[in-house]
């Protein structure tokens, strides 16, 4: 059974994966689609053609990977294309977020991508894609998002090493680092958007239209539009002092 296994798939980014995966690979036999909200998902499947495994799943509890390590011993899928985008983030500084909360997105952000990774490399072969949803906000660390841009971080560097680690068997892994995109994650990380985010907002098909044309070529990067892709390049060559000063006046 060849399959494609998304997270965060009952919303945004992630839902926008199953359905663009369903056409772009009509040869899998399943997509196994993980989120919390098992009627998001439910209504995904009426409205593609591929066929769902539905995972109502908790991905900051441990049984939620027991399950899926049984399913996968059980089912012994090949694992064609695992995307992790499960996550989320809280606006605000460190000292004004809970433990909870800061707990939480180290949890899901950094926790769970990595335990759903090494749970289905195994599974992965020849030309399969691991695609690991970053953030530009990886790039550089962001005052009033820090422990979210952080999470990105690691996960950023954690996929770039793995991609080394895999290239001999044939794994592409690829990490997408968008810059804003208009889903519902700013409506959960409250705060207000700066006009700077508003003027760069992409959608979330275009991001990933881009990301799993990256990820067909081995691409190690997939940054969508002009202006992150901008910001990446600055990020490299300004130190960050110099740009978290221009950061504090135009974010
Ligand atoms: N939107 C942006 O501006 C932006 C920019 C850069 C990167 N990203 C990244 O893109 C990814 C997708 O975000 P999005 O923009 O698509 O936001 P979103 O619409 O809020 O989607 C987040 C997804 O994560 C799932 N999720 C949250 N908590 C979960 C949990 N405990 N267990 C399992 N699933 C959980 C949600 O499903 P349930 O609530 O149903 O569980 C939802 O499907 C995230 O990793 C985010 O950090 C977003």
Redesign the pocket.
Known sequence: MQIAIV??????????FVRQLSYCYPWLDEIWV?????E??KQLQKRIDAKLRIL??????DS?FFTIQKLLKTEKPHVKVLV??????KIGKVSECTTNTIQ?MI???CT??TKMTTLCLPYCGKRSHVIQ?????AFVPQPGLAV?AA??SY?LSLSRALRREVKQEGITVTT??????????????GGSLSFA?KVC??K?DQ?VHKAILDAAGGKELSVYGIPMNAVYVLCRIIPHRVLLAVMNLIL
């Open positions: 997270t965060g798939a009952s919303s945004g980014i992630g839902k926008e993980i989120a919390r909200r098992e998001n998902l109502p799943l908790d991905l900051r509890k939620s992790n985008a499960a996550g989320f983030g939480g949890t899901l952000n769970a991508l949803i970053a953030s530009a906000a979210y999470t990105k996960v997408v680092c968008p810059g804003p995109v208009d889903t519902e994650f700013f409506q959960k990380a985010k907002m992409a979330a991001v």
